[in-house]
């Protein structure tokens, strides 16, 4: 129930009837897997195991994919918003001033975001009852890190950061997210990103919340607050230094 395992094998010394306890809220591709390959090991000793889901899947919340669909919304909110900021006015911030704007910007979509993802996931679908502010913080970090990241490679590379910034939250960041399969079924590759990326730490903060009442919760907001304030120092350095070389020059 804190989500410090994937299951409990309870065995039973008098019987041949044992117990496999799963928590499907943590992903339905782990617990379907524990339950079939327990079944089957079970059968080859002559014994039988019955499965028990002690963290079920709310109702709205269709194989524990909310919040999944959810970051995937967020992530591309933000970095859709700040590539419309930089095709508005030049890919590349020609003033610090203006760099620093862009970054303002991206606070009240990011709470906006976050807080109509909330609206949308619980009164609206009941897809995670009783968890509004919570989830609304982690939308909010999740599309403020899309949306810095986003304005950081604008800033350093102009068009071709927007193309990067694609590449890191959409070709990377989805399949190794955990959506539909966690990362520990995924392939090691992917499992390694997993952890690292915000796609992956949104995805995990909103099933811990969920489920696993913030349980080991840590660990992906810092990955989140690092994105973000990696992407904000970038984009400050780089516009800082473009800026007073564009001064030099004239």
Known sequence: RAGQTSGVYLFNPTGNDDRLLVASGGGTAVSGALGQIFTKVTASQQRTVAVEDVVPLLPGDARGLSGFYLVIGWVVGGYLFASMLGIAKGSRPATFPRAIWRLGATVPYALASGFGGALVAEPI?????????????????????????????????????????????????????????????????????????????????????????????????????????????VTMIGAAVMHRGSRETS
């Not at 897809?127 to 609304?136: E, I, K, L, P, T």
């Not at 992906?220 to 992407?231: D, E, F, N, S």
Request: overall charge neutral; hydrophobic content about 55%; charged content about 5%.
């Open 125 to 233: 679908l009941h897809a995670m009852n009783g968890h509004f502010w919570s989830v609304a913080g982690i939308g909010t970090l999740v599309t403020l890190s899309a949306a810095t990241v986003t304005i950081a490679l604008q800033t350093l590379f102009g068009v071709i950061g927007i193309g990067l910034t694609v590449v890191i939250f959409v070709i990377l960041g989805n399949p190794s997210a955990g959506g539909a399969y966690q990362p520990t079924v995924l392939p090691p590759f992917w499992r390694a990103l997993s952890g690292l990326l915000p796609n992956g730490a949104g995805t995990d903060a909103i099933r811990r919340i969920v489920y696993f009442d913030g349980h080991g919760i840590t660990h992906a907001v810092v990955v989140l607050v690092c994105w973000i304030v990696g992407g904000l120092l």
